[in-house]
C-alpha cells in the first residue's frame, strides 16, 4: 500500500485519470488528488472525491478539511499548509496528465498553483505523465523541460503513439494507459529493501538496424528487439534509470524506461556515442549492421529493363568497439554474439578479448526455435571468470540471468579492464 499523490492538469487525458484513481484505490493504494484550474473544465472534482473518499483540491488557499491527510491516516490536530503536507505524507508524487505548459512550469520551478508548488516541495520521488498534441510533445520547448526535468530526478512516463485525444488527430502524445501507470507509480515507491540496481544508470540497445537502399528499400536483419526490451524491463524492475535505444522495435514500451529510436547503424552509433559517457552498464543488443549500401538512392529505384541490380557494400563501424575503447574502468560492458553452431563459443570468447567487452552473451542462430523473434532464448554469458550457460528460457528470465551476471561484475573484486586489455584470470590486475 502506497500514499500516491495525484497531481491532475488540464488536459483531455484527464478523464483517464479517473480510471487510474480507481485502479488505485481498488489496488489498496490511499490517494489524494490536486487539480489545476483549467483541468476542472475536463473533469470535476466530485469525481475524483468520490473514487479517492478525500476532499480535492485545486487552490492554495482553500481550506483542507483532511488537513493534508491520506485517507489512511488521521488529520493533525492543526491546519497545515496543502502544498507541503499532502508530499510529506505522499510517498509518490505523480502528475498525470502533465500538460506541455505544467511541464514548462516544473521544469523552471514555478509554483503558481496548489499542483506546481506540491511538486517544488516535493522530497518524495516525483512522476510526470505527458499528454498531449504531437506537436507540442516534439516542441523543442518541450523536450528541453523534459531534459531538465530528467536531469533532477524526475521520472517521465512517455506518452504512447496512436489516436489522439482531439477528433482524427493521431500521433505521439497519448497518455500512457491508467494501469501501466499505476504499476510505473508502484515501481518508484521505495519499498523498504534496496534493489539491486538502485542509481545505477543503463543504457540498452534493441532491435535491428536497416540501412537504406533507396526511400522504399533497405537491408535488415530479423532481430524484433524482445531481448532488448526484456533486459530494459529487468534493469528498471531492479531499480536502474534506463535508456532503450530501439532500431525498428514494434513492442510495447515500458513507462518508466526512456526510449530513444533510431533507424541505422549510423543512428544508433551517434545516440549510443552520446550517452554512454553517463552510462553505468551498457548492453549492446542490438543486431547492428555490419555493411550498408554504398550508394543509397533518395528515390524509389525503378526495375524498368534491368534484369541484375548489384548491390555494393561497405562497412559501418563497429559501435560496441568504439565505445569499448572510450570507456571508464568501472563501466560494464555487456556485448551479444549471434553465432552458427560449431565453433560458436571460441569465436564468442575471441570477441571478448578483441572488443575489450566484460561479458559477451552468446546465442546459436542455427536454431529456429530460439533467438530472433521468438518469445524464448537459450544463451551462454560469457566473462573472464568463466561460462554460464543459460537454459531455454523466456527473454525476460534469460534478462534475469544476464542482469545477474552484470551484478557479479560489478560487485568484483578484480577488474579487468583498467587499460582495456582482457586477459586470462592470472592476468587481471586489482582496481
Ligand atoms: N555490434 C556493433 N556494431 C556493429 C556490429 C555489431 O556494436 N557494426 C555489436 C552488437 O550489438 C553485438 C556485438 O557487437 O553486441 C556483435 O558482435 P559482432 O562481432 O559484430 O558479431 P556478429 O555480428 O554477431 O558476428 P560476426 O562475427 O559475423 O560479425
Not at 331 to 356: M, T
Request: proline fraction near 5%.
Amino acid at each position: 500500500m502506497a500514499r500516491i499523490l495525484l497531481g491532475v492538469s488540464g488536459g483531455i487525458a484527464a478523464y483517464k485519470a479517473l480510471e487510474l484513481v480507481r485502479l488505485a484505490t481498488k489496488a489498496g493504494h490511499a490517494v489524494r488528488v490536486v487539480q489545476t484550474p483549467t483541468s476542472e473544465r475536463f473533469v470535476g472534482r466530485a469525481s475524483f472525491a468520490a473514487l479517492t473518499g478525500a476532499p480535492v483540491l485545486v487552490s492554495e488557499f482553500e481550506r483542507d478539511p483532511a488537513r493534508g491527510a491520506f485517507p489512511d491516516q488521521t488529520p493533525p490536530e492543526h491546519d497545515p499548509l496543502s502544498h507541503l503536507e499532502l508530499v510529506r505524507n505522499a510517498d509518490c508524487y505523480l502528475i498525470a496528465p502533465a500538460t506541455a505548459h505544467t511541464l514548462a512550469k516544473l521544469a523552471h520551478g514555478l509554483a503558481d498553483n496548489l499542483l506546481t508548488s506540491a511538486a517544488l516541495a516535493a522530497a518524495c520521488p516525483v512522476a510526470v505523465a505527458p499528454a498531449m498534441n504531437d506537436q507540442m510533445w516534439q516542441h523543442p520547448a518541450t523536450r528541453a523541460n523534459l531534459a531538465l526535468l530528467r536531469e533532477r530526478g524526475v521520472t517521465v512516463l512517455e506518452p504512447g503513439t496512436g489516436a489522439l485525444g482531439s477528433k482524427g488527430e493521431w500521433g505521439t502524445g497519448r497518455l500512457r494507459e491508467p494501469a501501466d501507470l499505476l504499476a510505473a507509480v508502484e515501481a518508484l515507491v521505495p519499498h523498504g529493501a534496496p534493489r539491486p540496481l538502485d542509481g545505477l544508470r543503463v543504457l540498452v540497445t534493441a532491435g535491428g538496424t536497416r540501412e537504406p537502399i533507396d526511400s522504399v528499400r533497405y537491408v535488415g536483419n530479423r532481430s524484433s528487439g524482445r531481448m532488448g526490451f526484456a533486459l530494459a524491463d529487468e534493469a528498471a524492475r531492479r531499480g536502474a534509470r534506463v535508456t532503450c535505444l530501439a532500431a525498428n522495435v514494434g513492442l510495447d514500451r515500458n513507462p518508466v524506461v526512456e526510449y530513444v529510436d533510431v533507424e541505422t547503424a549510423a543512428q544508433l552509433a551517434e545516440a549510443t556515442g552520446a550517452r554512454f559517457d553517463d552510462c553505468d552498464v551498457l548492453l549492446m543488443a542490438a543486431a547492428v549492421a555490419d555493411y550498408r549500401p554504398a550508394h543509397a538512392l533518395d528515390e524509389k529505384i525503378k526495375k524498368g529493363a534491368v534484369q541484375r541490380l548489384e548491390l555494393e557494400l561497405e562497412r559501418t563501424e563497429d559501435v560496441l568497439a568504439g565505445l569499448a575503447g572510450r570507456r571508464r574502468p568501472d563501466q560494464v560492458l555487456v556485448g551479444f554474439a549471434a553465432e552458427h553452431g560449431q565453433g560458436g563459443l571460441e569465436r564468442a570468447r575471441g570477441k571478448l578479448a578483441d572488443k575489450r567487452l566484460d561479458a559477451v552473451v552468446l546465442n546459436d542462430v542455427s536454431r529456429g526455435d530460439i533467438g530472433f523473434d521468438a518469445g524464448e532464448n537459450e544463451v551462454t554469458i560469457l566473462t573472464a571468470a568463466g561460462e554460464t550457460g543459460v537454459p531455454r528460457s523466456s527473454k525476460a528470465e534469460v534478462a534475469a540471468a544476464i542482469l545477474d551476471a552484470v551484478a557479479q561484475l560489478r560487485g568484483r573484486e578484480e577488474y579487468n579492464s583498467q587499460d582495456g586489455a582482457v586477459g586470462p584470470p592470472g592476468t587481471r590486475r586489482r582496481r
